[in-house]
């Protein structure tokens, strides 16, 4: 008998030359938070958890696999291009369907880097949808 997943959470597998991020909530919201903090886990590990400001984003209405991928491709923009980690995601739902909100950051000089910074992610094996009560997403992210 294998048992349902918790509430919400989120795992790494590991891929050939790449990384497997999987993720689950109650909402798509939440599926979506736990993708990103999967995909931060997979690379840094905070040294001193203290946020900055926060850096805000907005999705319009896509597709969910659509919008899994913009919002870790943001994740991978924020370390590159502003020097920062996002420690959590607040995630709400537009009213156009899109989503919004804000990540909680510190600077990279306050993480450890465990592995490679992502380069990107990859649209083969992508994933989001709610089955049942909860939500899902899987996506390959090019390392």
């Known amino acids: 008998m294998t048992r349902p997943p918790p509430p919400a959470g989120h795992r790494l597998a590991p891929h050939t030359a790449d990384l497997i991020i999987e993720a689950w909530g109650p909402s798509r919201t939440e599926c979506c938070a736990q993708a990103v903090l999967a995909l931060v ?10 946020s900055t400001t926060p850096v805000p984003f907005e999705f319009e209405r896509a597709d969910d696999d659509e919008l899994i991928v913009r919002l870790l491709e943001e994740v991978i923009y924020v370390v590159e291009v502003l020097g920062v980690v ?3 995601a607040q995630i709400g739902t537009l009213a156009g369907g899109g989503i919004a909100g804000h990540f909680d950051v510190t600077p990279v000089d306050r993480v450890e880097l465990i592995g490679a910074v992502p380069k990107g992610v990859s649209r083969h094996g992508l994933y989001c949808a709610q089955e049942g009560p909860t939500w899902f997403a899987r996506a390959t992210v090019d390392v």
């Open 41 to 50: 886990e997979a690379f840094v590990h905070p040294l001193d958890p203290v």
């Open 86 to 88: 996002p420690l959590s």
